[in-house]
């Protein structure tokens, strides 16, 4: 999950950013040292394999290597990589993954639910859990696979990652309440298709096949 940054390491990063944008290789090095597993965390959640989302991590750095220029004066380091990253991330998905696009929003719609729903099976700081358990994570990543692009990355930046709303929406490049939006309707998918999964795992056949593995 994303590492929480102190004022120390703030001023250190604006220092880095400022030495990088002068042509120092070695601070904007320092920055991307500071930031890879965060990034690459991104990625992984917002790619099929490992070999993705190398290669959009290593993308997201270089292309931020060429335009540090371009970044604001309000935005973090992290964001303004992770904003390429995702950008480019959600293109693969919308075309790779559109076959896939239906298969929560029949799960959600047998459990009686909708996108203007405000309860789900487990609440957002569950659903954090959830993303931390060892014995989800193969279950959690066919639920994200499913997901449309954009709840995808919301879910990834504000669930998974426990990245804050307001810099989760400069990733995004859309307002806070988008963001809380696309998060919602995420948690009410991925919540349906845990729940759904975690059904039929109880199931008598289900649990002969697991005795019969060992």
Known sequence: MASKRDPAQIILEWLLLRRAVQGDSEAFVSLVCTHSDDVYAIARNLSASD????ELTQGAFQFAWIHLHEVPAEMSFRAFVSRFLVRNAVERLRCSAAAASSTLDGSLRSLGTDRRATRFAWGWPEMQQLAGRRDIVERLGDALAALDPDDRAAFVLQVVEEIPADEAADILEVPVSTVRRRTH???LLVSASLFRL?????????RQARTWSH
């Open 51 to 54: 070999t993705e989302a190398f």
């Open 185 to 187: 309707f995420a948690c």
């Open 198 to 206: 975690s059904a039929e795992s109880r199931r008598p056949e289900a």
